[in-house]
């Protein structure tokens, strides 16, 4: 099952709770673009070396595993990514690197096989168009551009990064630029999805229109 969006319209939440009530694992993709954001810092490559990201995106010893409980875990160089990879450097680096064809190549290979083992629920940006474009639950959740910086100021201050409503706002017009702009899997919504605004709903409720969804286009 395919979830895309931008940031900041509660992909991952709604992501999370529809696998829950459907009993299939969840993976936030995101997440293993930034372990690559990641060792790009650690191992001194530069972000803007298009061929060197690429030789390290396809090199990377990611791995994505199943516990013994259905949970699932991103292994860095054989250790879980942690909270490690949301750190503001390397967010900043991964939103850089996670636009090389190369890189993307290399996460959607893993992607796919990791959602072919037992069917999944993804979450990303691509993964309706480039992942799984053949998947009939594609789901595309957007939502007010006041919405989500009011969503991505809450998370920052979480993190104790603090930025202003103006510098949030940059940031997420920036992202999205990039996103939709890129050569490699750009985010896009066609007539394939299910579209969802979430600016004034709340997550359980997108849940439970998901699920329903779900269910019924299996029945028939």
Same mark, same amino acid.
Request: proline share 5%; charged share 30%; hydrophobic share 40%.
């Given at each position: ?17 529809? #696998? ?13 673009? /930034? ?10 490559? @530069? ?13 990377? $010893? ?16 054989? &250790? ?10 390397? &967010? $900043? ?22 959602? +072919? ?8 940006? @691509? ?6 474009? @053949? ?6 959740? $957007? #939502? ?7 969503? /991505? ?8 990064? +603090? ?10 017009? #920036?992202?999205? @630029?990039?996103?939709? /702009?890129?050569?490699? &899997?750009?985010?896009?919504? $066609? ?17 439970? /229109? ?11």
């Amino acid at each position: 099952m395919a979830i895309d969006g931008p940031s900041g319209v509660g992909k991952s939440t709604v992501a999370r709770g529809v #696998a829950h009530r459907l009993d299939l694992p969840y993976l936030e993709t995101g997440a293993m673009y /930034r372990a690559l954001g990641s060792k790009v810092l650690e191992s001194g490559v @530069d972000p803007g070396d298009r061929a060197a990201v690429e030789e390290l995106a396809r090199e990377l $010893d990611l791995v994505v595993e199943f516990g013994p409980a259905g949970e699932v875990t991103i292994l860095l160089d054989g &250790s879980p990514v942690g909270e490690r990879i949301r750190e503001p450097r390397v &967010s $900043d680096v991964t939103s850089q690197v996670a636009v090389y064809p190369g890189v993307r190549e290399r996460m959607v290979r893993l992607q796919r096989q990791f959602g +072919a083992r037992r069917g999944a629920v993804l979450e990303g940006r @691509d993964i309706g168009t480039q992942v799984f474009p @053949d998947t009939p639950y594609k789901f595309f959740l $957007d #939502a007010r551009t006041d919405v989500r910086v009011a969503r /991505r100021l809450g998370q920052l201050a979480e993190r104790g990064r +603090a930025l202003s409503e103006a510098e949030v706002a940059a940031e997420i017009t #920036a992202r999205d @630029d990039r996103d939709s /702009r890129r050569q490699a &899997s750009p985010l896009t919504c $066609d007539s394939s999805y299910v579209a969802l605004d979430t600016s004034e709903t709340p997550s359980e409720v997108i849940v439970e /229109r998901i699920v329903d969804h779900v269910l019924s286009a299996g029945n028939g």
